[in-house]
């Protein structure tokens, strides 16, 4: 616990006993979070002693030790101002190497001329607490220079001498500088202005050429560095916009780094598990025109490992849409506990993808809807196939993960609704029909913009099932005896009274709300289930004028 004579010894003590008492400081509160027995005079006096002396002439190991003392005093949200102070910023920045160069020094120096690099990792750190907490410093960072010197440090991303420390907790502050809600106003300036966009795809592929010529995959921390440039890279390109010709350059360049990043193997699983991840997220961001560059001619890419009957298709080579569907096939097999963190960016790509790619629908139709054999005779929903699971999740109680679902099925069905009750079953599939103003369309219709070649030739085994598959439910049924059977019309015509009367006291209680199909093809909610009855009663009148004017 520090007190107020605390601060008098930080800024008197000799150089040797100050380093003595910041570590005992830093032992005593490594895992404080918020200081409540400090007092706010005291904490503010304590940091201005800090600060004061950093502005001395100290070696780098007391340097690092006010820097860490005074990272722990930035986890807490109030009680900051001295710490978030205009001077106090310049001096972290200055301490973390952040000086923005004029366009002639930039030309005079190929690489930052490095101080001890444990010193600026430190400053950095300090100044990540800072953004993260303070809207004051989020702002201030963005029209000091802080910005400018953090894309500029990326020239020298290729210099040897730099540490992997540096580089990350750049693009770790360059990640918030571009998140948080105060500084929206950076990601045009980085992309556009800076040319951020290009520095950034650069290091990205300086890190896969490193890892190819050490004929090695992916260490670690070549991961977290590579993790952290993708979410810049995702906040840059969050808003969407039409894209001139340079910018068509950039996404067709960044698609292909990203096909990299998907096909590059990692030394570690759970790394490349993350790498996969933050890949998917971007490629939302890209407009699905670029899409194209996720596939190469089999004779311009060595197939690295795999047979290439297995990754061909349309003369394309798709190893990289297998690593989209075992990445999906991965994520489907997960607990139910985030679904929808762990399902809606990988079904939204793939989804996007075959909508607007026939080579890469064709290829993801034949993994994951197969012509139907024998499994007809479980319900869709049941089983471990690629079907069985995805139409499991067409009753999801998570509403994202359900209609990305629904769609990407859809999609693989040409936008087909009979086909896609072929796989799915009507009864799985009711919501996306309702959604989509399907329930009264011609079921043979095809909505979508789609080659009319057949990819659904049946298979002799579900021939021979077909004429027994009930629709509602998609699967197989021996045939069953017509409850209904020697019944006269009166007992039917009572039990479907019955059944009325039961349908309008669940819907007075509110348990269920009949509808009927509009005009749209859309449910219309009814005030009383007798409604349900006026089409059919319009419908034997007709029927019953007919057969009198015959």
Request: some cysteine; hydrophobic content about 35%.
């Amino acid at each position: 616990m520090m007190k107020e004579g605390d601060a008098r010894l930080l800024q008197e003590t000799n150089e040797e006993d100050l380093c003595i008492f910041l570590e005992k400081i830093i032992s005593e509160n490594a895992q404080v979070f918020t200081f409540l027995d400090l007092t706010t005079e005291v904490k503010k006096k304590c940091i201005e002693a800090i600060l004061e002396r950093l502005r001395g002439n100290l070696a780098s190991r007391c340097i690092i030790l006010c820097l860490q003392t005074l990272r722990i005093f930035s986890r807490e949200k109030e009680r900051m101002e001295t710490l978030t102070s205009d001077e106090s910023i310049r001096l972290m920045m200055t301490l973390a190497g952040l000086k923005k160069f004029t366009e002639e020094e930039e030309m005079c120096t190929s690489t930052i001329q490095y101080r001890d690099q444990d010193v600026i990792v430190e400053a950095q750190k300090c100044l990540c607490n800072l953004i993260f907490n303070s809207t004051a410093v989020q702002r201030n960072c963005c029209q000091c220079g802080c910005v400018e010197a953090l894309v500029q440090r990326l020239k020298t991303y290729g210099d040897p001498e730099l540490r992997f420390d540096v580089k990350f907790f750049d693009m770790r502050m360059l990640f918030l500088l571009t998140a948080l809600p105060n500084c929206i106003e950076t990601r045009p300036k980085i992309r556009y202005e800076l040319h951020g966009f290009t520095y950034l795809m650069e290091v990205l592929d300086l890190t896969l050429r490193a890892a190819e010529e050490r004929k090695a995959g992916l260490g670690d921390q070549d991961v977290e560095l590579c993790s952290e440039i993708l979410k810049i890279l995702f906040n840059l390109t969050i808003e969407k916009k039409s894209a001139d010709e340079e910018e068509e350059a950039h996404f067709m360049r960044l698609v292909s780094i990203l096909r990299d990043l998907l096909m590059c193997k990692t030394l570690s699983k759970d790394k490349q598990e993350e790498l996969h991840s933050h890949t998917i997220n971007l490629l939302i961001n890209i407009p699905v025109d670029f899409y194209e560059e996720l596939l190469t001619p089999l004779n311009e890419c060595e197939v690295r490992g795999i047979e290439n009957k297995e990754v061909e298709y349309d003369g394309k080579n798709m190893e990289a849409i297998i690593v989209l569907i075992h990445f999906l096939d991965r994520r489907l097999d997960r607990p139910a506990k985030n679904m929808k963190e762990n399902l809606t960016p990988i079904l939204h790509c793939l989804c996007e993808a075959c909508r607007h790619i026939r080579p890469i629908r064709k290829f993801c139709r034949s993994k994951v809807l197969p012509p139907l054999r024998e499994d007809v005779r479980r319900l869709p929903e049941e089983g471990t196939s690629f079907r069985n699971r995805l139409c499991k999740l067409l009753t999801s109680p998570v509403t994202e993960v359900k209609d990305l679902a629904a769609h990407f099925l859809f999609v693989l069905c040409k936008e087909n609704v009979t086909r896609m009750v072929k796989y799915t079953g009507y009864g799985n599939c009711a919501g996306l029909l309702s959604q989509f103003g399907l329930l009264k369309t011609d079921p043979a219709k095809i909505m979508g913009d789609y080659s009319s070649d057949s990819e659904d030739s049946e298979t002799e085994e579900y021939t021979q099932l077909k004429d027994k598959v009930n629709p509602v439910t998609g699967c197989y049924e021996e045939p069953r005896a017509d409850p209904m059977a020697g019944m006269s019309d009166e007992q039917k015509e009572y039990e479907a009274m019955r059944l009325l009367d039961a349908m309008d006291k669940l819907q007075l209680q509110g348990i269920i709300q009949p509808s009927r199909i509009g005009p749209d093809g859309r449910p219309v909610p009814i005030s009383h289930v007798l409604e349900l009855t006026e089409n059919q009663g319009a419908a034997a009148n007709n029927e019953s004028q007919k057969n009198d004017a015959d």
